[in-house]
Nanobody, 126 residues
Framework: QVQLAESGGGSVQAGGSLRLSCAASGPTASSYAIAWFRQAPGKEREFVGGIAWSGPFTYFRDSVRGRFSISRDNTKNTVYLQMNSLKPEDTAVYYC???????????????????WGQGTQVTVSS
């Protein structure tokens, strides 16, 4: 099993940047693929992007590709979501999720990831 904890959320103006962190703990944490999901009020939780357990392979949904990037530091068991050129429509609670040995090569579904963090709020104002 793995435990996840997000940090780094906050409020920014459109065009700004934020970096979210997902710290994973557990003896096999480095063997988990990490995905980022987000959920805006009244909307379903959606896949944002993910990184394979072996890194550095990443995959993003179209609306964030080119603006967001994901990296992982296995020495710290931490995955980062760098968000640039933020837009008001990026406003949501962001969650990191984990699944062991998953190859992240397509849009993920929440039910594919058994482990979740508590979420962190990102608010982008226009």
């Amino acid at each position: 099993q793995v435990q996840l904890a997000e940090s780094g959320g906050g409020s920014v103006q459109a065009g700004g940047s934020l970096r979210l962190s997902c710290a994973a703990s557990g003896p096999t944490a480095s063997s988990y693929a990490i995905a980022w999901f987000r959920q805006a009020p009244g909307k379903e939780r959606e896949f944002v992007g993910g990184i394979a357990w072996s890194g550095p392979f990443t995959y993003f949904r179209d609306s964030v590709r080119g603006r967001f990037s994901i990296s992982r530091d296995n020495t710290k068991n931490t995955v980062y979501l760098q968000m640039n050129s933020l837009k008001p429509e990026d406003t949501a609670v962001y969650y990191c999720a984990a699944d062991r040995y998953r190859v992240v090569s397509s849009i993920g579904r929440p039910d594919e990831y058994p482990f979740w963090g508590q979420g962190t709020q990102v608010t982008v104002s226009s």
